[in-house]
């Protein structure tokens, strides 16, 4: 269906790749990997049509369409939302416009020919029209809608209306909707829950057409891709397989091609030594130009660069007792809705915890009972010995100074600490040579998490407390989150949408549901085999049975269950848009009260030693400081309990719309 016969693309003097070919089939799915900036996009960008190639061409079947997803969506339709779905059926339309013009010429027709002939064209239209899905546009439009999360009483707003995360949304409905032959999709998972993950998931299974993607979530691509193009600095790989498979199969490669580079490199030297001993003598002069032939002609064996571990030793926390953290009868909740009552958990030295449930079960508001950053109303929290909390949140990343250059907001965590062992630190979290150098302000979303994690365990706590931490991280930055997090020796407690982190970190799993906690001892792959295998819950009434051979029932009750879905992820995505503001300020308020709590105790102890005075410029300009610093902390302390309260404000109101949606 698509051929891509020898492209390259250059920028100055570097390639991003060069002479790639290979051929998309139907039915194909092929995901795309490399590190960022490798040229992923640039690919994508050259088969649909939007960037020409330097050289080579690509040639699509004819007829073929192609509908593409890209990451950057500027939207500004101000139409319905189900309206600007159903307006970008092209065809569709342009069929049923010219099926509206003939039966305007029908309905002036004067003569038996003209109307027969008027006849044969429209039931003509009309056979393409049906072939095309135009008499189910309107319900197939609404059910993918539903799939992709959205309300009922969303399709009729306007998509001004709507987010950046639900417009690339809205962008991947209409080209599901236009059922395209080849479907490109650069990051699609990147604003999607895991529910609405799991049902793209299921329609990419079932797609006809071909699909080309790449993703960070690595889930994703093992379920979808079943052929793997990564792009590298010095080439381009073509694999048959999963992603799994593929990493493997790189691994084996990669080793192989070690031993080769080992035993070449000793030929080499053989050959040198020989032509360094006979040079100058003419008796082998024949047998020296002879091997400077070879060796000139020798094709090197090139090792290519791998994101395997790199050789750090985090710091390491200090220990701690063997109980990190109590909750006893804990109770919390958000106006009349119970979040949890009499909550119970105790979390050992040593457990890497991840916390999972389905959204809006409580799994955030556990994690912050447990950092201490959200009150509740009974019980008790009880801190182990020598226990000392670090707490990651997204918007933690907005608190860095984009003034600060990488390695400077590192020191601050670790002002003791040698500029090689921070370059160590930040290297292993993929910034190497002057990259540390670069100011935050320069850096994409995915670098400022990775230095937000590498301040974090520039000085690790003892109790890791993670939310979301692989946001925005591409597949070898969360490798390498992995790694950090499998060699750190202290306590952890996680969320996370990344199944394969869970996999690789946790030797815990905590689910929440209904307010209450099951704890599973071991693996997530554990979790999932005792999930699948418990025993169902006793009931006294008898479940309706719902005859198989009534598929009427069966998607009434299927559109519910959508229609609820797409509701609840509506109520979540707009708590987060009003909370996620309020919540970054309140963090930034917390940050600065410290800072200045902490000035004042030593503007306080200066004024308190009598050899300030000695000095009257500095004791004059010590005691004005004082007042000044005691006027901000007041007022920022009223910000904060304003802050606080509409926090909590907002999040009642979150709770008590997901109770009445129940």
Not at 263 to 268: A, T
Not at 439 to 445: F, I, K, N, Q, R
Not at 587 to 593: C, D, K, M, S, T
Not at 624 to 641: K, V
Request: glycine letters at 6%; a neutral charge.
């Amino acid at each position: 269906m698509l051929n891509i016969d020898r492209i390259s693309k250059y920028y100055g003097a570097r390639y991003l790749f060069s002479d790639v070919t290979f051929t998309v089939h139907m039915k194909d799915r092929i995901g795309v990997i490399g590190q960022n900036g490798t040229g992923k996009t640039t690919l994508f960008e050259i088969i649909s049509g939007s960037l020409p190639p330097d050289s080579g061409s690509v040639s699509l079947r004819r007829g073929a369409t192609i509908g593409y997803l890209r990451q950057d969506i500027r939207n500004t339709s101000v139409r319905p939302l189900l309206d600007e779905l159903l307006a970008s059926a092209t065809n569709v339309n342009s069929l049923a416009h010219e099926i509206e013009m003939l039966h305007a010429e029908l309905a002036e027709a004067i003569d038996e020919e003209t109307t027969a002939a008027l006849l044969r064209d429209l039931g003509e239209l009309q056979t393409q029209f049906e072939s095309s899905g135009g008499y189910n546009a309107e319900h197939e439009a609404q059910v993918i809608l539903s799939g992709l999360g959205f309300a009922e009483a969303d399709f009729h707003r306007p998509l001004s209306e709507f987010s950046g995360g639900w417009r690339t949304r809205v962008e991947l409905a209409k080209l599901l909707f236009l059922h395209p032959d080849l479907l490109i999709l650069d990051e699609p998972t990147n604003h999607l829950d895991l529910e609405t993950i799991g049902w793209f998931e299921e329609y990419l299974r079932g797609f006809p057409g071909a699909v080309l993607v790449t993703a960070h979530d690595r889930a994703f691509l093992n379920n979808i891709a079943r052929k793997i193009i990564a792009i590298e600095d010095e080439e381009v790989i073509f694999y048959n397989g999963s992603y799994d498979d593929y990493v493997l199969a790189r691994e084996k490669d990669i080793e192989m091609r070690r031993a080769m580079a080992k035993r070449q490199e000793l030929r080499i030297r053989k050959e040198m030594r020989f032509i360094e001993r006979f040079r100058a003598k003419n008796t082998k002069a024949t047998q020296v130009q002879s091997r400077i032939k070879r060796l000139d002609k020798m094709e090197r064996v090139t090792v290519p660069r791998t994101t395997k571990k790199i050789d750090f030793a985090f710091p390491a926390p200090a220990r701690s007792g063997r109980e990190i953290i109590t909750l006893k009868d804990v109770a919390k909740s958000y106006g009349s809705k119970a979040v949890y009552r009499g909550l119970n958990l105790t979390i050992t030295r040593g457990d890497k915890v991840a916390l999972v449930g389905p959204n809006g079960a409580g799994k955030t508001t556990l994690l912050k009972v447990l950092a201490g950053v959200l009150p509740f109303e009974a019980g008790t929290r009880t801190l182990g010995h020598n226990v000392t909390t670090a707490y990651f949140a997204q918007y933690y990343i907005d608190l860095l100074n984009p003034a600060n250059r990488v390695i400077d907001e590192v020191r601050q965590m670790a002002p003791d600490e040698t500029e090689q062992r921070l370059r160590g630190l930040l290297g292993a979290f993929l910034f190497s040579g002057d990259d540390v150098f670069k100011e935050v302000a320069v850096l994409s979303g995915g670098e400022k998490t990775r230095v937000a994690l590498a301040r974090m365990l520039a000085r690790p706590a003892n109790f890791l407390l993670l939310d979301e931490p692989t946001n925005h991280l591409d597949i070898p930055s969360r490798e390498i989150l992995t790694d950090a997090l499998q060699a750190y020796t202290g306590t952890i407690c996680l969320i996370t949408h990344d199944r394969t982190l869970i996999r690789d970190v946790a030797n815990k799993i905590i689910e929440i549901r209904d307010g209450r906690l099951q704890v599973y001892p071991g693996s997530y792959d554990d979790y999932l085999y005792a999930r699948e295998n418990r025993p169902p819950a006793p009931s006294s009434a008898a479940p309706e049975v719902v005859p198989a051979g009534d598929p009427s029932r069966r998607a009434a009750d299927w559109k519910a269950r959508q229609q609820r879905k797409a509701a609840e992820a509506e109520m979540r995505n707009r708590h987060y848009r009003l909370i996620s503001p309020v919540k970054a300020r309140l963090a930034a308020v917390e940050l600065e009260i410290a800072s200045l709590t902490a000035r004042l105790k030593e503007v306080e102890a200066l004024l308190a030693d009598p050899a300030t005075y000695q000095d009257s410029q500095r004791a004059i300009e010590t005691t004005r400081e004082h007042p000044a610093i005691r006027q901000r902390i007041e007022s920022l302390t009223e910000e904060w309990g304003r802050l606080t309260a509409e926090s909590e404000r907002l999040t009642r109101d979150f709770e008590r719309e997901m109770g009445e949606a129940e």
